[in-house]
Nanobody, 122 residues
Framework: QVQLVESGGGLVQAGGSLRLSCAAS?????MGWFRQAPGKEREFVAA????????KYADSVKGRFTISRDNAKNTLYLQMNSLKPEDTAVYSC??????????????????WGQGTQVTVSS
């Protein structure tokens, strides 16, 4: 069983930065970030393998967001720069199995955090 707790969300002006953290308890392998804005479907943001060698980003955040992890601390991060109003959403971290298949598909993850709100004002 894995428990995930996100932190670091908040209100920021467009062009600003935020760093999200996801503290995990239990063994984790592939991990990812997803987001959901009001009235929209859950959307893939980024994923990272256990070794951090393999990463994947949604086109909408590529070049602005960076996913990373510290396995010694069992913590996942999402550094978000050059934020835009369209990045406003609830961001959730997720833990998946020890394979890379379906890394951008929310149903391929087994454990989820409660989410943290990110609001970007224009």
């Amino acid at each position: 069983q894995v428990q995930l707790v996100e932190s670091g969300g908040g209100l920021v002006q467009a062009g600003g930065s935020l760093r999200l953290s996801c503290a995990a308890s239990g063994r984790t392998y592939r991990m990812g970030w997803f987001r959901q804005a009001p009235g929209k479907e859950r959307e893939f943001v980024a994923a990272i393998s256990w070794s951090s060698i393999t990463k994947k980003y949604a086109d909408s955040v590529k070049g602005r967001f960076t996913i990373s992890r510290d396995n010694a601390k069992n913590t996942l991060y999402l550094q978000m720069n050059s934020l835009k109003p369209e990045d406003t959403a609830v961001y959730s971290c997720a833990a998946g199995p020890n394979d890379w298949g379906g890394n951008d598909v929310w149903s391929k993850y087994d454990y989820w955090g409660q989410g943290t709100q990110v609001t970007v004002s224009s």
